[in-house]
């Protein structure tokens, strides 16, 4: 039987339909939910430091993870050097703009776990 035939004749009740995962909770804030958790002085100040950096280790432990954590954070500063240098101001502005709305989602997601 070619490959083709078999995946006619699997049977379509092998899987539940998609109406079955009703309990799946995809939550994905939309932006004005994001705008209302950057509304916040103190978060809006964050969402533009190197606080919001997304570090690849939330709680370091180690020497190898702080050094990456600082990588991280230059990886993005250099990004930011060379948008200014270059006069790339849409770059720079996608930059920022996705620091501040990372941020945000993170906050968010938080908040309403």
């Keep these: 039987m070619s490959a083709t035939n078999a ?16 309990e799946i909770n995809d939550s994905t804030p939309e932006l004005s939910d994001l705008l209302e958790v950057l ?6 100040s964050e969402a533009f430091s190197t606080t919001a950096i997304q570090a690849p ?12 954590n600082s990588m991280a954070e230059r990886h993005f500063k250099t990004d930011v050097i060379d948008a200014i240098a270059q006069q790339d101001f849409d770059a720079l502005g996608r930059l920022v703009s996705k620091l501040a709305i990372d941020y945000a989602e993170r906050i968010y997601d938080i908040r309403h776990g």
């Design 57 to 68: 280790y939330r709680w370091p432990t180690g020497h190898f993870q702080r050094c990456a």
């Design 39 to 44: 509304d916040d002085d103190v978060i809006f």
């Design 7 to 22: 995946l006619r004749c699997e049977d379509p009740n092998r899987t539940g339909s998609p109406d079955d995962f009703d």
